[in-house]
């Protein structure tokens, strides 16, 4: 009996020890099962999470390789227009060479001629701006005195073919009072030969002498 009772004790304790071990491992398997699922969710939301930095990944390498197109656009549209600056300048610079040239020409002949006309001439290029400043009264002056050394010449003459009471003084008061615009027109013409004979007689003493070629 005590055998027999023993036995039952000893299928009783295996029963539940084999309740235990599979208590146990259903307990073992669902927290497997939930950590298998929260690793696939943390699987897929690192997947999602892949998937949309692919998608930014890729609409920014869209987004550089549409500034790379534009910036090679940009540079072959710079580059065209460098060239034809370049062009430019090379033109402008052959113009302005020929331009200078030519200025530098005009001012030697200027200063040629300022010296023709009695001006004291230099190379400096602010004395040359003076001079045609200068120039007009220079010539104003230069025509007074011709002026009056014709008619200082006219009446020197005059006195030297005849008496002191000729009448210079009287000439000097200009044309006889009462003669017309036209008879005095007529007495100009009845006394330009004899005027330009000696015009061409005393010219040099008080007229400049005009630039030759030798000049």
Same mark, same amino acid.
């Given at each position: 009996?005590?055998? /027999? ?24 398997? =669902?927290? /497997?099962? /939930? ?13 999602? +999470?892949?998937?949309?930095?692919? @998608? ?8 550089? =390789? ?12 710079? /580059?065209?227009?460098? %060239? ?14 020929? $331009? $200078? @040239? ?15 006309? @009695? ?19 220079? &010539?104003? =002056? ?12 006219? *009446? ?9 009471? &000729? @009448? ?16 005095? %027109? +007529? *007495? ?28």
């Amino acid at each position: 009996m005590k055998s /027999e009772w023993l036995r039952s004790q000893g299928e009783r304790l295996r029963h539940r020890s084999s309740e235990r071990a599979v208590a146990a491992q259903v307990v073992v398997t =669902a927290e /497997e099962m /939930e950590t298998l699922r929260r690793r696939a969710e943390d699987a897929e939301a690192s997947l999602e +999470a892949s998937r949309e930095r692919a @998608g930014a990944a890729e609409r920014r390498g869209a987004s550089l =390789a549409a500034e790379v197109k534009a910036e090679r656009e940009l540079r072959e549209v710079a /580059e065209v227009a460098f %060239a034809n600056l370049s062009s430019e300048l090379a033109q402008l610079r052959d113009q302005n060479g020929a $331009v $200078v @040239g030519e200025l530098d020409n005009l001012r030697l002949a200027f200063l040629h001629s300022c010296s023709q006309l @009695g001006m004291k001439v230099t190379n400096d290029l602010h004395e040359t701006t003076r001079q045609v400043l200068a120039l007009p009264t220079h &010539v104003s =002056a230069l025509e007074e005195n011709v002026t009056e050394g014709g008619i200082r010449l006219s *009446f020197t003459v005059v006195h030297s073919h005849y008496e002191p009471d &000729v @009448g210079v003084e009287l000439m000097s008061e200009g044309f006889a009072e009462g003669a017309s615009p036209e008879t005095l %027109a +007529a *007495f100009e013409e009845e006394v330009r030969p004899d005027a330009e004979r000696l015009l061409a007689k005393y010219k040099e003493e008080f007229l400049l002498r005009p630039p030759t070629a030798e000049d």
